[in-house]
């Protein structure tokens, strides 16, 4: 018997090492056979273990018949190799399907006003833009705070117990803490909350007009927004 095939029955039929190996779900110890297995596809490797078993049947000894359980095991292992390969093919076909949804839908937010995650207000002629805040819990007390281009703070607006969500704040009147109304011009806000006394996560939102989609890492669509920023789709709170 040489290193590279195999005698089977009476009859003189030879197979290749690969194909028992194939069959008994061993690895041959040199690196071409090594080299060989692994560039073969699970299919090619049910072909081959079919045509390895129906010739084992043909020239078995009767009194040694072979093992059809581990023949009938290794089968299904190749074969459940096969179903998974055909999985991995139906999930990536799915992925991209869902990702040309959301750039359409992306697409039907051009010229929409979103909130999305961002800390600047507009103050123009006495009113501002919308604005809110997203809260990963509910908190005892949630507070606002604006600052000028100076950073100075000019007001904080105490919004008191408030659910997890979105809170968005819309009509707020730009005044300072006495009652002044404040210039014209870009403010900041940073948003406080608080649960039993400890701080909680809040996240500003800012709200801004949609001017285009674009393709952010990973291929995820995203919005160009008119403040010049760009948000994730899914990032997107609330739409105006």
Request: aromatic share 2%.
């Given at each position: 018997?040489?290193?590279?095939?195999?005698?089977?029955?009476?009859?003189?039929?030879?197979?290749?090492?690969?194909?028992?190996?194939?069959?008994?779900?061993?690895?041959?110890?040199?690196?071409?056979?090594?080299?060989?297995?692994?560039?073969?596809?699970?299919?090619?490797?049910?072909?081959?273990?079919?045509?390895?078993?129906?010739?084992?049947?043909?020239?078995?000894?009767?009194?040694?018949?072979?093992?059809?359980?581990?023949?009938?095991?290794?089968?299904?292992?190749?074969?459940?190799?096969?179903?998974?390969?055909?999985?991995?093919?139906?999930?990536?076909?799915?992925?991209?399907?869902?990702?040309?949804?959301?750039?359409?839908?992306?697409?039907?937010?051009?010229?929409?006003?979103?909130?999305?995650?961002?800390?600047?207000?507009?103050v123009s002629s006495g009113a501002s833009s919308s604005f809110g805040v997203q809260l990963a819990n509910d908190v005892s007390d949630?507070?606002?705070?604006?600052?000028?281009?100076?950073?100075?703070?000019?007001?904080?607006?105490?919004?008191?117990?408030?659910?997890?969500?979105?809170?968005?704040?819309?009509?707020?009147?730009?005044?300072?803490?006495?009652?002044?109304?404040?210039?014209?011009?870009?403010?900041?806000?940073?948003?406080?909350?608080?649960?039993?006394?400890?701080?909680?996560?809040?996240?500003?939102?800012?709200?801004?007009?949609?001017?285009?989609?674009?393709?952010?890492?990973?291929?995820?669509?995203?919005?160009?927004?008119?403040?010049?920023?760009?948000?994730?789709?899914?990032?997107?709170?609330?739409?105006?």
């Amino acid at each position: 018997m040489s290193s590279s095939s195999t005698t089977i029955g009476s009859n003189g039929t030879t197979v290749s090492q690969t194909l028992l190996d194939t069959m008994n779900g061993t690895s041959s110890s040199s690196s071409s056979s090594s080299s060989s297995a692994s560039g073969t596809s699970a299919s090619d490797m049910q072909n081959t273990f079919l045509t390895l078993l129906v010739t084992q049947l043909k020239n078995q000894d009767p009194t040694n018949p072979a093992d059809s359980s581990q023949m009938t095991s290794q089968l299904a292992q190749i074969s459940t190799v096969q179903g998974i390969g055909q999985l991995n093919t139906s999930l990536s076909s799915l992925a991209t399907q869902l990702s040309a949804g959301q750039q359409t839908q992306a697409a039907l937010l051009i010229g929409s006003n979103v909130l999305a995650p961002g800390s600047n207000v507009t103050v123009s002629s006495g009113a501002s833009s919308s604005f809110g805040v997203q809260l990963a819990n509910d908190v005892s007390d949630l507070q606002i705070v604006v600052k000028n281009a100076s950073g100075q703070i000019v007001n904080t607006l105490d919004l008191g117990a408030q659910g997890a969500g979105v809170v968005p704040v819309s009509g707020w009147k730009p005044v300072d803490s006495k009652g002044n109304t404040l210039a014209d011009g870009s403010y900041t806000i940073t948003a406080q909350g608080t649960i039993n006394g400890q701080q909680a996560t809040a996240t500003t939102l800012s709200a801004s007009q949609v001017q285009s989609v674009v393709q952010m890492s990973g291929g995820a669509p995203g919005l160009k927004l008119a403040n010049g920023s760009t948000v994730a789709l899914t990032s997107v709170a609330s739409i105006l």
